[in-house]
């Protein structure tokens, strides 16, 4: 009885520490407003006055930055 509540015990650890350590992010709206972590690149979109142009080369975005979409 003893071995089988330990094998349980080992069990029920492992999935609550694994399971537990996994993080997900999900986006509801399309205006949903997100802060950038470390390391985000890509192309962006600039106003040049007049119209908005999207950059040849990806450009790194500084970290803690708000990102979100307007309608």
Known sequence: ????????????TIICTTS????????????DVVRLGPDVKGRIYYWDGTKWVLTTKKVLLPEGWYAGGMK
């Open 1 to 12: 009885m003893s071995k089988l509540l330990l094998i349980f015990a080992i069990a029920g």
């Open 20 to 31: 537990c350590q996994t993080s997900k992010a999900i986006i509801l709206h399309d205006d």
